[in-house]
C-alpha cells in the first residue's frame, strides 16, 4: 500500500500525472543538497569517519570496549549498511520486495574466494575485485530478474526467497567447485600499502577496513542518490507508486525493474567481495535467511526508500546486535535497580542472563517498532506523508491531499 | 486496497472439476512409477511416507494460504505456531503421563481426541493473539510493516520455548502403536494411514466449513473485497481472527502429527518446515485452499523422490527450482487464482 | 567440528574428568603464597570465545564453566588471572564474522595472554589468521575438522596463517575426525564384523569429515560401501532414507554427524521400520549421554533403535578419580557438567601451566610475556598434566593423545559402556 493512484491532489477533477506527482515529493528545500549532492555526501562521509572514532572514546562507550574494538565494529557494521542501502534500491524504491538479497552478497563473496584465494590459484587484487564481484553479482540478479521480473507482487517476494536458499544449498553440496561446507580458506588480504597512513590491512588492524568500507559506502551513496532522482529513480517510484499507470506513461516497466534489481545485487556484490577478504573465508553458512532478514528488517526499520534512513538502521541494528545485546548484562548490572518483589517471584534483574534473551529482545524490539513507528525510524517524507498526513482514508482513495497537507511538509 | 485475491476454498473450477480429478489420478501414477524404478523394491512403502510427509506440509500450508488469502499477509511466523503446536502436544502428552504406545483402542482413542482438540484450541488462540496484537493494528501501515513483525513473532515464539521449555530436541510419546495393517495389497502402517486419514478428513472439513456455512461466507467475502463485505454486515475483525484461529489451528494439528509421527519436537523445527508449507501454498495457487493441499502433497513427493535417487541434500534446491518453473510458466500457481497486485 | 553436541554428557565426563588435584599449581592454597611470593600479582585474563547465546548456549556455556572452573581451582603464583568473555553467536547462530572480531577485541586487550575457543570450526577458520597475527594462543576444546591445523582435501593449514606461516597460534586437545572415522571403521568391520555399510553424513563439516573417513577406511579393511548418502540435518523426517537404506540391506550404519542433526531420530525410525538389528554407529557426536539424559542420542532413539549402537570418543578412557571435576562442577555451577566443560577446563590448565613456565624468564612485561606463552605451547617438547591425561602438542598444534575409546550400548544401564580403547600412534590402523 505504498500509497495509490488516486491519492494526488485534485486539479479540477483530472488526476495528476506521475510527473507531476513526483516533482511535487522534492520539495524546495532539498534544492542546495540536490546540486551539490556528492559534495555532501562526501563531506559527510568525512565527517563520520572523523567523529565515529572520537566519540567511542568518550563514556559511555568507551565502558564497552576500546577504540580498536570499536573501529573493528564499525568496519563490519559497513557491510550491512551496504547491504541495507542496495536492498533499499530494490525494496525502497522500485517496491521489489525482495526476500533472498543475501544470494547476492553470497555470490559477491565466493566471486572474492574464486578471484582472490589459493583455492584457484588467482590472486587478483582487492581493488579490481570489487568491481567483478559487483558485476558478476548484478549479471546473476539480471538472470533471476529476467524471467521472473513479470510476476506481481508477492510471487516475486516468494522467488526470491527460493533463490535465497537455492544459491547457498548449491555452495554447499556442489562440494568440488566450491569446498562445501567447509568453505574456502586464506582469501587474499587488500594491500594498498600503507594506506591514507592508517596503517597495513592486517588482521588485527580495523583502521584501513574501516577507511576502505568508508569510502564504498560513499562512493555507493553519491551514486546512489544520483540515480534516485535521476530519470530511473523517478521510474522507479512510479512503478512502485503503480505499474500499470507508469507503462502507460512510457516507462519499460520491466528493464527498469531489471535495473534496480541489478543495481542492488551490485550493491550486494560490493559488500560479499569486502566482507570476503575482511574475513579471509567463505562457508555457505554465512549466508542463510538470517541474513536477507536481518538486511530486509534494517530497510524497513531505518525508513524505507530514505537512504539515510536505511543506513542508520543498518547501522544501529548491527550496533544493537553484536555490541548493545551482549553488553545488557554489565549494562543493568550497572544500573543498580533494587530487587523488585511481584508476590511469589522476586526479580532481581541483575542476575538475570540477558545474553540468554537477546534474540527474544530483538523479536520484540521488531514488533514494537512496527506497532508504534511503521514508517521506520528516520521515514521518507513521502512514507510519512502517506501514513501520518492522510490516515486511512487515504488508500481507499476518498480523500484528496490538499495543497495546506503538501506545504507543511 | 485493489480487488485482492479471489474466494478462499473452492476452486473455480466450474469447467474442469473432472480436469482437475484425473489429472491428480495421473500425477499420483506417474509419481508412484517415479519412486518404484528407483526405489529398489519398497516403491510402495516410499509412495506412504511421501503421502504423509506431504499431509503435513498441506496442514500447515493451509494457514498460510488462508491467512494470505484474507490479508494478504505471508505469515512467517505461521511455521512456529507449527512448531509451538508440537511442544503443547509433547507438554499435555507427558504430564498426562503416557510414555510410550496405548494399546487400549479406546484409551488410545480419548487421548487422541483429547490431543487434537486441546492442541487445536491452544494453537488457534495464540494464533488470535498474534493476529490481535502483532498484525490487526498494522492493517492499514505499509505492507512490509505487518511482515516485519511476523518475522520478529517468529523470533519471541522460538526464543519463549528454547528459554522456556527446552533448547534441544525433546522427544514426545508415540502413543499409536507401531503396528503395520495389511490392506488387501498395501502395507501401511497405523501410524501413516492415521496421518493420511486425518489430514483428509480435516481438508475435506475445512472445504465444507469454507464453503457451506455463513462463517465461511464471511470468510470468503471478506477475502474478495474486505469493504463490500463489512457494508454487507460481516464483522471483518471477527471474521479475521476467526481465520487465524482455524489456520493456528490447523497447524497445531500438524504439530500433534509431528509429535505422533517423529516422536520429537524443537524450537527450530518451525523454520524449515514453514518454508516448505509455505512453498507448498505458492505451488498449489496461494489463497486457495485446495491448492495448499495438493503443493504439500507435491512437496513431500518432491522430497522422497530426491531422497530415493540419492539427491537428498539437493531436495531444497528442487522444491524451490520448481517453484521458481510454476511461477514462470504458470504464474498463479498449479490451481492458481489471481494474485492481488501488491497495492 | 561438531555444530552443536548438546547437552550434559555424562558419559564423557565419566571418561574425561579427573581429579583436579592433580594439576601442578595444588588449589587455593596456592594463593596466599602467590602474595608473599612476588610482590604485587600481575593481571592478566583469558579470553574466552564460544557461543554463548542462543541455540548454541548448551555449547558454549558449560565450556566456559569449565574455563571458569579451572581459573578458580588453579592458581599461579604472582599472577591475578581474570576472564575475559566473549560471545561469537549474533541472533542465536555461531558467526564467523563476530567470531573474528572478538578475537580482535582479545587481541588488542594487551592483559589477555591465550584464548580458549572456538567451538565451531568455521569460526576457527576465521580466528586463527587473527590469533596468528597478533602472535595469542588459541586453544580450541572442540574443534575436530582436521584441516585446521594438518593438510586436508588439498589444504594447506599455512593458508590460515598468512602473517606467520611458521608460527603456531592454535592448539586444540580434541583427536581430529581422522582418527575418529578410523576407529569407526575398526569397530564395524572388527568388532561388528560388518562387511557392507550404509554410510550417511549431516552435510557439515563434522559429520561429514567423519562419515568419509568412514568410507574410505572401511573400503581398506575390505568391507564394501553400499551406499554414501548425505541427508540434510533441517529435517525431522528421515522415513524414506530409512526405507531405502532398507534396500541396500547393509550388514552396519555409520552416521557421521551430531544428535541435534537428527541421528537419534534416525535411528529411531530405523527401529519403526524394523531395522533395529543393523548394527548402528557414530563418533562422539552422539555419545552424549546415557538414556535419561535429556535430548541425548540414547533418549531420543529410544530402547528399541538403541540396540546395536556404537560410538567412540577421542579421549582416554583411564583416568583415575573421574568423579572429581564433575563433583566440583556441580557444586559450582548446580548443574551436571557439559559434553566440553571437561575440554575447557583442560585448555585452561594448558595456559596456566605454560604461564607457570614462562612466568621467571618472561618477567612483567605483557607482550613479552604474551609470546613468551605462545611460543611454550607451540613448543612439542613441553608437555601438560591435564583432566584429559598428559600430552603435548605436535608441530601442526594437535594433541597427541591419539587414543580413541570405544563404547557399546549397554542394556542393562540403558547407557554406552566401555568397549576398549585404541592409542593410533601406538596401533595405527593400517
Known amino acids: 500500500m505504498t500509497g495509490h493512484p488516486t491519492t494526488g491532489p485534485a486539479t479540477g477533477g483530472t488526476k495528476p500525472g506521475i510527473r507531476q506527482r513526483l516533482s511535487r515529493a522534492m520539495s524546495p528545500g532539498t534544492a542546495f543538497s540536490a546540486r551539490h549532492q556528492s559534495l555532501t555526501t562526501v563531506v559527510t562521509f568525512a565527517a563520520i569517519g572523523i567523529l565515529l572514532p572520537v566519540i567511542v572514546l568518550l563514556p559511555p562507550f568507551s565502558g564497552f570496549g576500546t577504540q580498536n574494538d570499536w573501529v573493528g565494529g564499525f568496519a563490519d557494521a559497513g557491510i550491512f549498511v551496504l547491504l541495507a542501502i542496495g536492498l533499499n534500491v530494490v525494496v525502497g524504491w522500485a517496491g521489489l520486495l525482495d526476500l533472498g538479497y543475501a544470494a547476492f552478497f553470497a555470490i559477491g563473496s565466493y566471486t572474492y574466494a574464486y578471484g582472490a584465494s589459493p583455492f584457484t590459484g588467482l590472486h587478483i587484487p582487492f581493488w579490481f575485485m570489487l568491481p567483478i564481484g559487483a558485476f558478476v553479482a548484478a549479471s546473476f540478479g539480471i538472470m533471476l530478474g529476467a524471467p521472473t521480473l513479470r510476476l506481481r507482487g508477492d510471487y516475486l517476494a516468494i522467488v526470491t526467497l527460493g533463490f535465497g536458499e537455492i544459491v547457498p544449498a548449491v555452495f554447499l553440496n556442489a562440494s568440488t567447485l566450491t569446498n562445501g561446507t567447509n568453505g574456502i580458506v586464506g582469501l587474499d588480504q587488500p594491500s594498498f600499502g600503507r594506506l591514507f597512513g592508517v596503517g597495513d590491512f592486517g588482521f588485527t588492524n580495523p583502521w584501513p577496513y574501516f577507511v576502505t568500507i568508508l569510502g564504498i559506502i560513499a562512493v555507493a551513496f553519491m551514486l546512489l542518490s544520483r540515480l534516485e532522482n535521476s530519470r530511473l529513480g523517478r521510474a522507479w517510484v512510479a512503478i512502485r507508486e503503480d505499474e500499470l499507470a507508469a507503462a502507460s506513461m512510457g516507462i519499460n516497466t520491466v528493464t527498469t525493474k531489471l535495473l534496480a534489481f541489478a543495481i542492488g545485487a551490485s550493491t550486494a556484490g560490493l559488500a560479499g567481495v569486502y566482507s570476503a577478504s575482511k574475513l579471509s573465508i567463505v562457508s555457505p553458512d554465512q549466508f542463510n535467511f538470517t541474513v536477507s532478514f536481518t538486511v530486509l528488517a534494517m530497510v524497513v526499520l531505518g525508513g524505507m526508500g530514505n537512504i539515510w534512513g536505511v543506513a542508520a538502521g543498518a547501522f544501529l541494528i548491527f550496533e544493537l546486535q553484536s555490541q548493545g545485546l551482549k553488553q545488557l548484562n554489565t549494562f543493568i548490572g550497572g544500573l543498580g535497580l533494587p530487587a523488585f518483589n511481584l508476590g511469589p517471584i522476586t526479580v532481581d534483574l541483575a542476575t538475570i542472563n540477558f545474553l540468554n534473551y537477546q534474540y527474544l529482545l530483538y523479536g520484540l524490539a521488531l514488533v514494537l517498532m512496527m506497532l508504534l513507528r511503521p514508517e521506520g525510524l528516520f521515514p521518507s517524507r513521502r512514507r510519512r506523508r502517506e501514513l501520518h498526513e492522510l490516515p486511512d482514508e487515504a488508500e481507499r482513495g476518498n480523500v484528496e491531499l490538499s495543497e495546506a497537507d503538501e506545504v507543511e511538509l | 486496497m485493489t480487488p485482492a485475491t479471489a474466494p478462499l476454498g473452492r476452486v473455480r473450477l466450474s469447467a474442469g472439476r473432472w480436469n482437475v480429478a484425473v489429472g491428480t489420478i495421473a500425477a499420483l501414477v506417474a509419481a508412484y512409477v517415479i519412486i518404484d524404478l528407483g526405489a529398489g523394491g519398497e516403491g510402495q512403502a516410499q509412495f506412504i511416507n511421501a503421502l504423509t510427509i506431504g499431509a503435513i506440509y498441506a496442514l500447515i500450508a493451509l494457514g498460510y494460504t488462508m491467512v494470505y488469502g484474507i490479508i494478504e499477509l505471508i505469515n512467517f511466523a505461521h511455521g512456529d505456531v507449527f512448531m509451538v503446536g508440537s511442544f503443547v502436544s509433547w507438554w499435555l502428552l507427558t504430564t498426562l503421563g503416557f510414555n510410550g504406545a496405548i494399546t487400549d483402542p479406546l484409551l488410545l482413542g480419548v487421548v487422541l481426541a483429547v490431543g487434537f482438540v486441546f492442541s487445536m484450541g491452544v494453537m488457534g488462540i495464540v494464533g488470535m493473539v498474534i493476529e490481535r496484537f502483532a498484525y490487526r493494528p498494522l492493517r492499514s501501515a505499509p505492507r512490509l510493516a505487518p511482515l516485519i513483525t511476523a518475522i520478529g513473532v517468529s523470533f519471541i515464539l522460538q526464543n519463549l520455548v528454547q528459554v522456556g521449555v527446552s533448547n534441544s530436541i525433546v522427544t514426545t510419546p508415540q502413543i499409536i502403536p507401531n503396528t503395520t495393517l495389511h490392506i488387501g495389497p498395501i502395507s501401511i502402517s497405523a501410524i501413516n494411514l492415521f496421518i493420511i486419514v486425518l489430514a483428509v478428513v480435516l481438508m475435506a472439513a475445512l472445504q465444507l466449513f469454507i464453503g457451506r456455512t455463513r462463517l465461511g461466507r464471511a470468510m470468503r467475502s471478506t477475502a474478495i473485497d474486505r469493504d463490500a463485505a463489512q457494508l454487507m454486515g460481516v464483522d471483518i475483525n471477527t471474521t479475521i481472527a476467526l481465520t487465524f484461529f482455524i489456520g493456528s489451528g490447523l497447524a497445531g494439528a500438524a504439530g500433534v502429527v509431528q509429535g505422533l509421527y517423529f516422536g520429537v519436537s524443537v524450537f527450530t523445527l518451525g523454520f524449515y518446515a514453514g518454508l516448505f508449507a509455505f512453498t507448498a501454498a505458492v505451488l498449489g495457487g496461494i489463497g486457495n485452499t485446495t491448492g495448499a493441499a495438493l503443493g504439500g502433497f507435491i512437496i513431500g513427493f518432491i522430497q522422497v523422490i530426491a531422497a530415493v535417487y540419492g539427491y537428498g541434500v539437493w531436495s531444497e534446491v528442487v522444491v524451490f527450482t520448481a517453484l521458481v518453473l510454476v511461477l514462470v510458466f504458470r504464474p498463479t500457481g498449479i490451481l492458481g487464482q489471481q494474485l492481488g497486485e501488491r497495492a | ?430
Open chain 3, 1 to 430: 567440528m561438531k555444530y552443536a553436541r548438546v547437552g550434559a554428557s555424562l558419559a564423557v565426563i565419566a571418561v574425561v574428568a579427573s581429579a583436579c588435584s592433580g594439576s601442578t599449581a595444588s588449589p587455593a592454597a596456592s594463593a596466599a603464597a602467590s602474595g608473599a611470593a612476588g610482590g604485587a600479582a600481575i593481571n592478566v585474563k583469558v579470553g574466552i570465545e564460544l557461543p554463548m547465546s542462543g541455540g548454541e548456549a548448551p555449547n558454549g556455556v558449560p565450556t566456559a564453566n569449565g574455563v571458569a572452573l579451572a581459573i578458580d581451582q588453579v592458581k599461579v603464583p604472582g599472577f591475578n588471572v581474570t576472564i575475559s568473555q566473549q560471545d561469537d553467536a549474533v541472533n542465536g547462530v555461531h558467526n564467523p564474522q563476530q567470531g573474528a572480531k572478538n578475537m580482535q577485541t582479545l587481541a588488542n586487550d594487551p592483559t589477555v595472554l591465550f584464548v580458549v575457543g572456538p567451538f565451531n570450526s568455521n569460526v576457527g577458520q576465521a580466528e586463527i589468521p587473527v590469533g596468528n597475527a597478533a602472535g595469542l594462543m588459541q586453544c580450541s576444546p572442540a574443534n575436530t575438522y582436521p584441516g585446521l591445523t594438518k593438510e586436508w582435501g588439498g589444504v594447506s593449514p599455512t593458508t590460515l596463517r598468512p602473517t606467520h606461516p611458521d608460527k603456531i597460534a592454535y592448539v586444540r586437545v580434541a583427536t581430529t575426525d581422522d582418527l575418529q572415522g578410523a576407529a569407526g571403521a575398526d569397530i564395524a568391520f572388527n568388532i561388528a564384523k560388518a562387511k557392507t555399510a550404509y554410510v550417511a553424513d549431516d552435510t557439515q563439516t563434522y559429520g561429514k569429515g567423519l562419515a568419509d573417513v568412514f568410507a574410505t577406511d572401511f573400503a581398506k579393511l575390505g568391507g564394501t560401501v553400499a551406499k554414501r548418502d548425505s541427508i540434510p540435518g533441517s529435517t525431522t523426517d528421515f522415513t524414506s532414507y530409512v526405507t531405502a537404506l532398507k534396500s541396500f540391506n547393509p550388514d552396519y550404519v555409520y552416521y557421521g554427524g551430531v544428535t541435534t542433526s537428527g541421528i537419534g531420530l534416525f535411528r529411531k525410525q530405523m527401529a519403526q521400520q524394523g531395522l533395529q538389528t543393523i548394527p548402528f554407529g557414530g563418533g562422539d557426536g552422539i555419545s552424549d549421554g546415557s538414556a535419561a539424559t535429556k535430548s541425548s542420542f540414547l533418549q531420543i532413539a529410544g530402547p528399541a533403535g538403541d540396540q546395536n549402537t556404537y560410538s567412540t570418543v577421542a579421549a582416554t578412557h583411564d583416568i583415575p578419580n573421574p568423579g572429581a571435576l564433575q563433583a566440583a562442577y556441580k557444586a559450582k555451577f548446580g548443574t551436571d557438567p557439559g559434553a566440553y566443560s571437561a575440554a575447557g577446563y583442560a585448555c585452561t590448565q594448558v595456559f596456566l601451566q605454560a604461564l607457570q613456565a614462562v612466568a621467571a624468564s618472561a618477567g612483567s612485561d605483557l607482550a613479552t610475556l604474551r609470546e613468551a606463552v605462545r611460543a611454550y605451547v607451540a613448543d612439542p617438547s613441553h608437555s601438560y598434566d591435564t583432566v584429559l591425561g598428559k600430552f603435548s602438542f605436535d608441530a601442526n598444534g594437535d594433541t597427541t593423545q591419539h587414543i580413541i575409546s570405544y563404547y557399546g550400548y549397554d542394556a542393562t544401564t540403558q547407557d554406552w559402556k566401555f568397549l576398549q580403547q585404541r592409542d593410533f600412534t601406538a596401533k595405527p590402523l593400517f
